[in-house]
């Protein structure tokens, strides 16, 4: 149940943080954005609790931004902004997953978001986000600036970065030309989601290729680091590739490691932690690429382009790809 927030003669779209929390003290019981149960442990099971959780908002719980329906001063070095609970998750979301559609960003009706009004024109204006055309398409792709991804990073709750399931964060976009098939990596997650919290798993955090990659990228270069004399190629050999692929859980053939576009890592009822890595395949994927995605074991997502629509993968679709 949403509350509504009216304080006083106050202009309805801002309102300060202690006037929200004194509300929110009253009406706590009554929203289960609020639940202090999550706080606890009586013995309960979780598994109810954590199926009610929207994909969308799985990103919120590292960070300390407002919730509520109305707008709230927000602090971030020497500069101020406001935020309602709709922008704190879209930002949230835009940041773990770089650039999303703005028909997969919900307003605070939960309805699709106009980058021409409401929150993502607000965002926008405070110089939060910026928008980028889709070619063929109404909708546009979201990316956060430096600002943006900075306001998320003073907000988490674990500043310092140093538990096991850290979320990254990313501000602009990496590959303009990748970035039709890049916004529908939210989308798969979000189906593999739905699936993980429908048998009661929790969801830790995703982590994109950029992350993988980099993190295979110094253990390449871990030897060269410090050295004046390094040529910056590296020097492990196939075994030791082979070895950290595995221990990394990724896939090793044709002398590649392969990367899956996002890794999402959760927690099972009973409390062991696992990962489900997820690829976009679209029609561009042929010869060689098609049939790494195709081999990978990767949970595999049917992506769209300006002229087709998407859906889980198929095998029929799978013959078409990779002949």
Known sequence: MQIMVVVGKQP???????????LEEVSMFD??????????DDGRDRDSRDRDVD???????????????????????DREYTLRGSESRTLSVVGVFRVVSSRDLLDHHDR?????????RHLREQGLIRTVPLHGHREVAVVLTDRGRDLLESHRRDRDGGHDHHQEFYAELKKLREVEHDVQVYR???REAERLQERGARIGRVALDYELKREYQQFLQERHRGRADSDGRPDRDQSEIEDWAREHDLPYFDGHVHFPDARIEYEEPDGRWDHLD??????????????AASRSGFSTFRGSSART???????????????
């Open 31 to 40: 929203d289960p954005r609020w639940d202090d149960s999550r706080n606890r």
């Open 188 to 190: 798969a997650y979000e």
């Open 55 to 77: 994909p969308r908002d799985v990103f919120m719980e590292g960070l300390d931004l407002p919730r509520g329906l109305e707008r709230e001063l927000v602090h971030e070095r």
């Open 112 to 120: 699709p978001a106009d980058p021409r009004t409401g929150d993502l």
């Open 12 to 22: 309805p779209e801002l309102v300060t943080r202690g006037d929200v929390r004194a």
């Open 309 to 323: 629509g998407g859906a889980p993968f198929d095998p029929d679709y799978a013959s078409e790809l990779f002949p």
């Open 278 to 291: 997820v690829e976009v395949v679209t029609l561009h994927y042929r010869g060689a690429h098609g049939a």
